[in-house]
C-alpha cells in the first residue's frame, strides 16, 4: 500500500498493491499495520455502502459530535470524491480536495474527523464503500452546502445534479456548526 498525501496533507490517497492473474484480481482495502506506519491509528467501527446513479451528488456531509474519520473505496462506476477540512483551527481550513475513485483505479481516499465529505457520480452507476472511525449518529448529522462559493469546489458536473431535500437545504461553512 502506498499513501499519497493531497494537497490537504491530512487526507490521503490509498494506493493499493494489486496482485492480478488470469483468474482476475487480489488486493488489501485495510491492513492496521500498515495504516499506523502512515499515521493512521483509527479503529472502524462501522462499514457503509451506497449506489447512487449518474448525476446524483452526495453531500457534504460531517457529524458535529462523534466525528467521523472516513476510509472512502469505489466498488462499481466512478465518482469524483470531495473532502473539505472544516477545522477552524487548520492551516487548510475552508479548502477542499478533490479526486476521482473508481473500481477500475482501485484507491481509497483517507479523511479525518474535522472534514465534510461528498462525492459526484461520474458513472452510469456507482457504488461506494466506506469504513467509519465512529458509529452514525442523526442527531448530529449536518450537511455542508456542495456549492458555497466560499469553498468554490469545482465539481465535474455535466448537468445540474440529482440532491436530496438535505443537500439542498444544507449551510455555507459562515452558517455551519464548524469544529475548533
Known amino acids: 500500500m502506498e499513501f499519497v498525501p493531497t494537497t490537504i496533507p491530512d487526507v490521503l490517497l490509498v494506493k493499493p498493491n494489486l496482485f492480478e492473474d488470469p483468474r482476475g484480481f487480489f488486493l488489501e482495502t485495510y491492513r492496521e499495520n500498515r495504516f499506523a506506519e502512515a499515521g493512521i491509528f483509527q479503529k472502524f467501527v ?3 455502502h451506497s449506489a447512487s446513479e449518474r448525476g446524483v451528488l452526495r453531500g457534504l456531509h460531517y457529524q458535529i459530535r462523534q466525528p467521523q474519520g472516513k476510509l472512502v473505496r469505489v466498488i462499481a462506476g466512478e465518482i469524483f470524491d470531495v473532502a473539505v477540512d472544516i477545522r477552524r483551527s487548520s492551516p487548510t481550513f475552508g479548502q477542499w480536495v478533490g479526486i476521482i475513485l473508481s ?40 450537511s455542508l452546502l456542495w456549492n458555497d462559493p466560499q469553498i468554490g469546489i469545482e465539481w465535474p458536473l455535466v448537468a445540474d445534479p440529482i440532491l436530496s431535500s438535505k443537500d439542498i437545504n444544507a449551510k455555507k461553512l459562515s452558517e455551519a456548526e464548524l469544529f475548533d
Open 103 to 142: 473500481a477500475e483505479n482501485k484507491d481509497q481516499l483517507w479523511l479525518p474527523a474535522g472534514f465534510a465529505h461528498g462525492f459526484y457520480v461520474l458513472s452510469e452507476r456507482a457504488e461506494v464503500t466506506y469504513k467509519v472511525t465512529d458509529y452514525y449518529a442523526p442527531e448530529w448529522d449536518r
Open 46 to 48: 462501522q462499514e457503509n
